[in-house]
């Protein structure tokens, strides 16, 4: 907390210096020609007047080209246009501000000139991408090299459980099988992969991948592609609507690598891989906001929105979900405010609804009426602590971890942890660009999604406050219901970042070009781009304390030689693996065992996954519902001593055995409690065969 005050105090010097330089620059521009024309010496005034006659000839020229009819009509269209930015880099100068081709971007800064240079991409670009590389290589350095040997511990089992979702997709295309489910775990009942978050937009693209190198590696190069890519795409669409470079970096950065990314990246790369969202936000400021001098193309645009939104759905359907609502936030604040075309806009939508459905009817009936479909899952209260809003996160530069795990749910779900610098510089970036229609609707959204975030009740540092939480009045809605709280404060991550591209690029645009432009505008000649540079220190400052350390990688178990060599064959033919004890959701090593023996080519019993609970009103479960032979050697293994079965517990053993259709029984000699296991199991299966470092029990014969 003392490391954020020192920080804090810094970021709101300058803002308080760029907000006196903005005011400064916007009481310049209000005064009209006048004002500029005072304190002109003699000789510059005849050129000052030409620039003027250029650019209202050039203005004029453009508006015949459109059509646009009279200047009047123009300044009417600007003045309800929405901006961001009017240069694609610092320095662009007035032969580069050529109109693009083909979906001119808005601009949130109404000092931008109506026309904006086409995107160029260049070294500077790359340079900001592979900015975006090697913070991620930063954030899991830890798996460099390690990929088969090592796990993000702090995600319990969900880095396993992923490696084995991109392995059945694998497997899946591998064998032409339905890419929608897998009995390679809780055999012979099998997973609904729809109803998982299983991430099958990438997984079955990248099944050569998965096939050839393992699901180890496909997993780092998710994770990997995902923090970046995130980080890239909104790159992308922070310089597509205009924003200067420098903002859009660092923007783009936080959109990438804020507390929450690094969090879910500890095993969720579902949440991780959202370089999707921008572009899909992109179709729709294309469809729906006022843009003059453009054609609408609903149809095409619409086809377009439906094929990404489709595809997000495999990729990742809670994240799409966040951003819907965070849309319908901010599309309120702006069709309030006039800036939404609602035609094209409903018209685009209703075409790519069209598209979407047509493409993802199928499997999400599956998803929700399928084979091992659920209806919903309960989840214990889940709101931010109010605290964790301007907390620290634990996988954060000079931050105290215990401190971060007392406000947040686990290492996984840190889904806020802003830091007190950023709320400050977002605040002040607020305060003074709050004339502009997007900034107050993602202020909205920051608010909102904070708010949100909190649950049904306000809690500080683990006490209830009495206050009531917005959540309370949405947590029985349909879909809704099955989002953990704490996850909305993630819709404020882009709004954030949106407010920084914006604030250092208004900087930007407020400062003068050189010495000469500032003394034409009687400002003080050391301002050349100092006002830009200023606020992307503050937003660097801002964004000090949520700098990402490398996540914890624990080695794994190791893999017995009885998998990775052809061992196992001899003692399974079509029925299931059981591992001892059974696979569930603090035990996923024998996940490790079906990845190393070609790619899950036998099943297991039981496993780590979401499916019905057998009750009457199909609600969901994590893992299998367990029979009696699991529950007994969960107890076994739990209290480490040996448990001699009774002769009426044997009989029920075997029948659960020919319930999973079990082949064999294995048991890793290294195991911590495998002699009170091997024990208990001898009183059921009789003595086992000692095979390399596994006990192995061939039950063939007593499941025949």
Not at 168 to 192: E, I, K, M, W, Y
Not at 404 to 426: D, I, K
Not at 640 to 651: H, S
């Amino acid at each position: 907390m003392i490391w954020a005050a020192l920080v804090s105090v810094p970021v709101v010097l300058v803002a308080v210096g760029l907000a006196w330089l903005l005011q400064r620059r916007q009481q310049e521009q209000a005064g009209g020609l006048r004002q500029q024309l005072v304190g002109y010496p003699v000789d510059r005034v005849d050129e000052v007047l030409a620039r003027l006659d250029a650019r209202i000839a050039a203005n004029d020229a453009l508006l015949r080209q459109r059509g646009l009819g009279s200047t009047t009509r123009a300044s009417a269209s600007m003045g309800r246009n929405l901006t961001i930015d009017a240069d694609a880099s610092p320095g662009v100068t007035e032969a580069e501000a050529e109109p693009a081709a083909d979906d001119p971007p808005f601009a949130l800064d109404e000092t931008a000139p109506e026309t904006q240079p086409p995107l160029r991409w260049g070294w500077v670009d790359l340079a900001v991408i592979a900015a975006y590389v090697a913070t991620a290589l930063h954030v899991l350095s830890g798996l460099i090299g390690r990929t088969a040997s090592g796990y993000l511990s702090q995600g319990v089992q969900d880095h396993q459980a992923f490696e084995w979702y991109f392995g059945a997709s694998a497997h899946n295309v591998a064998t032409l099988s339905n890419p929608f489910f897998s009995d390679r775990q809780n055999f012979p009942d099998g997973v609904n992969l729809m109803a998982n978050a299983t991430v099958t937009g990438l997984g079955i693209p990248l099944a050569p991948l998965t096939l050839i190198a393992g699901a180890h590696v496909t997993f780092f190069v998710v994770e990997l592609l995902g923090l970046a890519g995130t980080a890239a795409a909104w790159y992308w669409f922070f310089r597509r609507r205009g924003l200067l470079r420098v903002g859009a970096a660092l923007g783009g950065w936080f959109t990438g690598f804020a507390p929450a990314m690094v969090s879910h990246a500890n095993g969720h790369p579902n949440f991780v891989a959202q370089f999707l969202l921008p572009v899909i936000v992109d179709r729709l400021v294309v469809l729906g906001l006022r843009e003059p001098g453009r054609r609408p193309r609903p149809v095409r645009d619409g086809v377009v929105l439906g094929l990404l939104v489709a595809w997000q759905v495999f990729i990742g359907e809670e994240p799409l979900l966040l951003m819907a609502l965070a849309l319908l936030v901010v599309g309120v604040v702006l069709l309030a405010h006039g800036l939404i075309d609602l035609r094209p806009l409903l018209t685009g939508v209703g075409v790519g609804a069209a598209v979407c459905l047509a493409i993802v009817a199928g499997p999400l009936w599956w998803q929700f009426f399928g084979p091992q479909s659920y209806t919903s899952i309960f989840h214990p209260p889940g709101g931010n602590d109010l605290a964790a809003l301007w907390g620290r996160a634990t996988r954060t530069v000079g931050a105290d971890p215990w401190a971060s795990a007392a406000v947040s749910m686990n290492r996984t779900e840190e889904n806020s942890f802003f830091g007190v610098p950023l709320w400050l510089l977002s605040a002040v970036i607020v305060i003074v660009l709050f004339r502009r229609p997007v900034v107050r609707a993602l202020a909205v959204l920051v608010v909102f999604s904070a708010w949100l975030s909190l649950g049904e009740e306000v809690v500080l540092r683990g006490r209830p406050t009495g206050i009531p939480g917005l959540w309370a009045l949405l947590d029985e809605v349909p879909i809704l219901e099955n989002v953990l709280a704490t996850r909305f404060a993630m819709m404020a991550i882009p709004a954030f970042a949106g407010l920084i591209a914006i604030g250092v690029t208004a900087a930007f645009r407020a400062s003068p070009l050189t010495e000469d432009d500032a003394a034409e505008a009687d400002l003080p000649r050391w301002q050349p781009r100092a006002g830009g540079w200023l606020a992307a220190a503050a937003a660097v400052l801002a964004l000090a304390p949520v700098f990402p350390t490398a996540l914890q990688v624990d080695p794994r178990p190791p893999v017995p030689p009885f998998f990775t060599g052809d061992a196992w064959r001899d003692y399974v033919d079509d029925g299931s693996v059981l591992a001892v004890p059974p696979t569930d959701i603090v035990d996923a090593r024998a996940f490790d065992w079906q990845l190393a023996a070609d790619t899950l080519a036998f099943p297991i019993v039981e496993g780590y996954f979401v499916g019905p609970d057998g009750g009457p009103d199909r609600g969901g479960q994590y893992g299998a519902t367990r029979l009696p032979f699991s529950l007994w050697l969960y107890d076994v293994n739990a209290a480490n001593v040996a448990t001699p079965a009774t002769p009426g517990q044997r009989q029920q053993f075997l029948e659960d055995l020919r319930t999973w259709r079990t082949d064999a029984v294995v048991l890793p000699v290294a195991r911590p409690q495998a002699d009170a296991l091997r024990d208990s199991l001898v009183t059921v299966l009789g003595e086992p065969q000692r095979v390399a470092d596994v006990y192995v029990w061939d039950v063939r014969e007593l499941t025949s």
